[in-house]
């Protein structure tokens, strides 16, 4: 069956360290993956996308990686702060459509 | 840019109304709208694609009757969750895409829906 799993516990990291996120899929062939972040009680924000042939993409101190053979997306956080604090979510778009299947998401907390 | 809104933000009804969320894209057309359903501490669920002047094309699972789907323009789309019934009780998310833009969904803010 069809999987996108993200660390369903909590990741709680010290303000200033990197938060490394991580999304791993079964059974998909993505065309496309892309990183969300999620407030409570708030719409999902757009962070960042990558496509199948790229190995990184970098957005000022975000950071994601692509890896196709193991299926998985590595999503960093570089000097995290407290405002980083938030649920993130990877989503997946497969074929030629623009449809996402979301992971469950991880939230992560950054404490002073 | 590519600002969505949605109203209304919360909204408390009765068992067996109706109720109508409307998502609106503020500064782009958007050729193609989605509906998205959230429990609490679950990920998003998409329910419903919905392209302008076109029927909605639905989830396994989604009852079509039930969750009324309309995208008349290409700044607004309205879902009517008819009959509600506690079960009912969500965040509803939409987002939109436009024709030419990237593979990129704009969210909007939600609706919590609260079925007494």
């Known amino acids: 069956s069809q999987k996108i799993e993200q660390n369903s516990e909590a990741l709680n990291i010290q303000e200033g360290k990197t938060a490394t996120l991580t999304c791993n899929y079964t059974?998909?062939?993505?065309?496309?993956l892309q990183w969300y972040r999620q407030d409570p009680g708030r719409g999902p924000v757009f962070l960042l996308l990558?496509?199948?042939?790229?190995k990184e993409k970098r957005k000022e101190r975000l950071k994601v990686t692509f890896d196709t053979t193991l299926k998985q997306s590595l999503f960093h956080i570089t000097a995290s702060q407290p405002a980083d604090s938030a649920t993130y979510l990877c989503?997946?778009?497969?074929?030629?459509?623009?449809?996402?299947?979301f992971g469950t998401g991880t939230q992560l907390k950054v404490e002073l | 840019g590519a600002v969505v809104s949605q109203h209304p933000s919360r909204v408390i009804c009765k068992s067996g109304t109706s109720v109508k969320i409307e998502c609106r894209s503020l500064?782009?057309?958007?050729?193609?709208m989605f509906w998205y359903r959230q429990f609490p501490k679950q990920s998003l669920m998409l329910m419903a694609t919905?392209?302008?002047?076109?029927?909605?094309?639905?989830e396994q699972g989604v009852e079509k009757d039930k969750f009324l789907i309309n995208h008349a323009s290409l700044t607004l789309s309205t879902l009517t969750v008819t009959s509600a019934h506690p079960e009912d009780s969500s965040f509803y998310i939409c987002?939109?895409?436009?024709?030419?833009?990237?593979?990129?969904?704009?969210f909007g803010p939600g609706t919590r829906l609260l079925v007494l």
């Open positions: 987002s939109a895409s436009f024709r030419g833009g990237t593979q990129t969904q704009y």
């Open positions: 059974n998909y062939s993505p065309a496309y």
């Open positions: 990558i496509r199948e042939n790229e």
């Open positions: 989503a997946l778009t497969t074929g030629g459509g623009n449809k996402l299947t």
């Open positions: 500064d782009f057309q958007a050729t193609t």
């Open positions: 919905s392209n302008e002047g076109s029927k909605a094309t639905y």
